[in-house]
Every structure is written in structure tokens, then in C-alpha cells.
């Protein structure tokens, strides 16, 4: 079934890698803190790229490294001191685990952005304003990826992206 897509919803296929970091980037350019970005998709499917080109569009300047055994690396942008949590749940098994870690402390805070991958792991801990992104293989080299926005905020933050990366 394909989706009908309206304010809160956008498709896009990425043609490589580096497709997939230049539209992070641009995403990660509007994030503000409070923010949360939650991907999802199966091994391979771009969520780490995806993530380090959010990470390069926020300012932080060196590659975002996957945080796979660490579960989480925090990153700080000094001009204003908000942080950028990227959090990995692959080595969860569910959210109370999750809850365990005490991401509960900072995913959705005011002063902090959290890029989670794997976030379908941990839904009850996905406060209900967020950036839902889903990524699948369209092909060998594509990639298909399907945003959700949840709440106001995100609605307005997907539009702007929408405005920034295509025009629209």
C-alpha cells in the first residue's frame, strides 16, 4: 500500500551514500534542541549515513561514529552549548532496557538533539513530538526513505526541510 502523502509525510529515494549525508546534512542544519529524529530501517539501509550527515549539517565537525557498542555519544556545539545525542538501540532488546540506560534524562530536553537509530526498539521512550525516519533498500545502491512528523513542531521542521532540500 503506498501512503498518501500530505503536511506530515515526505518520500524521497537517495541514489548513493553520500546522497543520503548531504540530505541529512540539510536536515541536521534546522535541528534545534528538543529535537528528536528517530530512524529506522534494516542493517544497511543508510541510518548511520543518514545520521552523519545530520551531524555535519548541525556543527559538529568531525564524522559521527556509530555509537553500536557505546549505545550513545554525545556531542557538543560550543556556541551554544546544546548537545547532540546520538544513540544507537541495535543491543536492546526493549525499551525498558532502554529506560535503564537513562536516555529518559535527555531524549526530548530543551537543551539537547537526539538522533536515535533503531528507535522501534524503544517506542515508549519516543516522546510524542518527533521526526520519524524509515529507510529501506529501494535497489542495490538506493535508498527509500519515508518521514513521518508527530506534533506541530516537527510538522513545521519537515516543512522547512522539505523547502530547504527540494523547493518545495
Known amino acids: ?99 535503564g540506560l537513562g536516555l529518559g534524562e535527555f531524549v526530548g530536553a530543551e537543551d539537547a538533539v537526539c538522533v536515535i537509530e533503531w528507535a522501534e526498539r524503544a517506542r515508549p521512550l519516543v516522546p510524542t513530538e518527533h521526526l520519524w525516519i524509515r529507510l529501506g533498500f529501494a535497489d542495490r545502491t538506493q535508498r527509500a526513505l519515508h518521514f513521518v512528523a508527530q506534533g506541530e513542531h516537527h510538522t513545521a521542521l519537515l516543512r522547512e526541510f522539505r523547502r530547504v532540500a527540494f523547493g518545495a
Open 1 to 99: 500500500m503506498v501512503p498518501i502523502l500530505d503536511e506530515h509525510t515526505l518520500e524521497f529515494v537517495s541514489r548513493s551514500p553520500d546522497q543520503t549525508r548531504r540530505l541529512g546534512a540539510r536536515l541536521g542544519a534546522l535541528l534545534q534542541g528538543g529535537d528528536v529524529i528517530c530512524l529506522e530501517g534494516m542493517l544497511g539501509s543508510g541510518k548511520t549515513c543518514l545520521a552523519q550527515g545530520i551531524g555535519r549539517g548541525w556543527g559538529i565537525g568531525r564524522t559521527l561514529i556509530s555509537p553500536s557498542f557505546v549505545l550513545v555519544r554525545e556531542y557538543k556545539r560550543p556556541q551554544d552549548g546544546v548537545r547532540l545525542y546520538h544513540i544507537d538501540l541495535y543491543r536492546i532488546s526493549d525499551a525498558t532496557e532502554a529506560w
